[in-house]
Every structure is written in C-alpha cells, then in structure tokens.
C-alpha cells in the first residue's frame, strides 16, 4: 500500500478476518481506471477494476 501511495495513487486498507483488500481510488472516469489497472499490471501487480 505505502508503494502504491508513493505511485499518488489513492490507496486504502479495508480488512475482514484474515483477508485483506487494498483499494485505489475511487476513479469515475473508466479510462483512467483502465489506465491505472495496466500501470498495475505491469508491476506484476494482480487487480481487477470494479464499480460500487
């Protein structure tokens, strides 16, 4: 999380048991979202992007 911070994403931590999600954003504009999934992807970092 603190590397993606450091990135300027907008990063948070949301816990449940043992499981834990890191979350970036939100992001309203689809393009950017894409844009912020692929610049993921390619730090091997597994995403996916979804809506609320």
């Known amino acids: 999380m603190d590397k993606l ?3 300027g994403l907008a990063a948070t931590l949301s816990t449940k048991g043992s499981l834990f ?3 970036i954003g939100p992001e ?3 393009k950017k ?3 912020i999934k692929a610049k993921l992807d390619k ?4 995403s996916l ?4």
């Open 28 to 30: 309203l504009d689809k």
């Open 5 to 7: 911070r450091k990135q």
């Open 49 to 52: 992007v979804t809506s609320e």
């Open 21 to 23: 999600r890191v979350k």
């Open 33 to 35: 979202a894409a844009d």
């Open 43 to 46: 730090q091997n970092i597994s």
